[in-house]
């Protein structure tokens, strides 16, 4: 008798400490679940890698933005890239270049990581006449980082465009000198461009191009990064959907800030009333240059609708 009496409140009491164990669990799993649904992938008021439909049918978080030594390109890749402005070389010749690239510069890129606790304010500079007269200078200055592309000028323009500059955009037709603290971010078109970026910082680059183009250049050698070039295809198909022969300087720069900062701010885009790119430093006497190769209409309407989608805060001048 006493012995079933003993037996039923080891039953109770092991069914208690059963309920107790599995609602302790439960509970930590609740606490880890809402922990993780509301962990800000920044610290502005809005990140841009947050859900929304119509971004992420285009955002592609796996696409690395930059060559780094372990990179490794498809051949279906580099065929894309090869017909963008008629390379004539092999994949082996791209990776024995990109290999050298690495000897010269860091084999990976240097970024500031995404945090809960950071907010990545970002600035993207295009070369617009619309940029003159803003006086969005100093907004532009406020930023963490600032890019700019090509030969954008900055002496003279400073209450329009700032003086600040973290990043700048080009390649080898559009270099210019940068100062000591600027990233040069190169976007490649063909191999000799590649090998362009590493002997114009050394020994110095010998060969012709569509264009003149600078043997030297000064930049500091540890801030370099190369985009990568699929990447470039990613921004043409999946944000252009294959319109126009390839995707402008500012559209790529844009859609590389896009993976590289929480919030973005962006000035200097948008054609002038006879729908030229014409530049804030210069009058233009081309009245037919129009958008060149590029889609500049998409390009336009997608900076349009990301501004509409609250992914970018856009400036749109005068
Ligand atoms: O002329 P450039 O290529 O140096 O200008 C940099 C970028 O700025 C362009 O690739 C384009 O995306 C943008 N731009 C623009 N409207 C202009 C001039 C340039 O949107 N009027």
Redesign the pocket.
């Known amino acids: 008798m006493f012995s079933e009496k003993m037996d039923s409140k080891v039953k109770i009491l092991l069914a208690l400490m059963s309920v107790t164990i599995v609602g302790v669990f439960l509970r930590g799993c609740t606490v880890k679940y809402y922990a993780y649904q509301y962990q800000r992938a920044c610290a502005c008021d809005k990140c841009v890698s947050e859900a929304n439909p119509w971004f992420m049918q285009r955002f592609n978080k796996s696409v690395e933005p930059f060559l780094s030594a372990k990179h490794n390109l498809t051949e279906s890749t580099f065929n894309w890239w090869k017909r963008l402005q008629g390379e004539r070389g092999s994949l082996s010749s791209y990776s024995k270049t990109v290999k050298g690239l690495f000897q010269v510069f860091p084999a990976r890129p240097q970024l500031e990581e995404p945090s809960p606790y950071r907010c990545r304010t970002c600035a993207v500079v295009?070369?617009?006449?619309n940029l003159r007269g803003s006086l969005y200078g100093p907004m532009i200055n406020f930023h963490d980082v600032i890019i700019r592309?090509?030969?954008?000028r900055i002496k003279g323009y400073e209450a329009d465009v700032g003086n600040r500059t973290t990043h700048r955009i080009m390649y080898p037709e559009?270099a210019v000198n940068l100062d000591n603290t600027t990233h040069l971010v190169l976007f490649p078109f063909k191999i000799q461009d590649l090998l362009w970026v590493t002997k114009a910082l050394t020994t110095g680059f010998r060969g012709t191009s569509y264009m003149p183009v600078k043997s030297k250049i000064k930049a500091n050698k540890n801030l370099v990064m190369v985009i990568n070039p699929a990447f470039m295809q990613y921004v043409h198909e999946t944000w252009l959907k294959k319109r126009g022969r390839y995707p402008?300087?500012?559209?790529m720069a844009l859609v590389m800030a896009l993976h590289i900062c929480d919030e973005i701010h962006v000035f200097?885009?948008?054609?002038?009333k006879d729908g030229n790119?014409?530049?804030y430093w210069e009058t233009l006497h081309n009245k037919k240059l129009k958008t060149g190769v590029h889609p500049g209409t998409n390009?336009y309407a997608t900076i349009l609708e990301l501004a509409k989608q609250q992914k970018i805060k856009f400036y749109p001048g005068w």
Not at 149 to 152: A, F, I, P, Q
């Open positions: 295009g070369n617009s006449g592309m090509n030969t954008g559009s402008s300087t500012g559209f200097g885009y948008g054609a002038d790119w014409s530049h390009e």
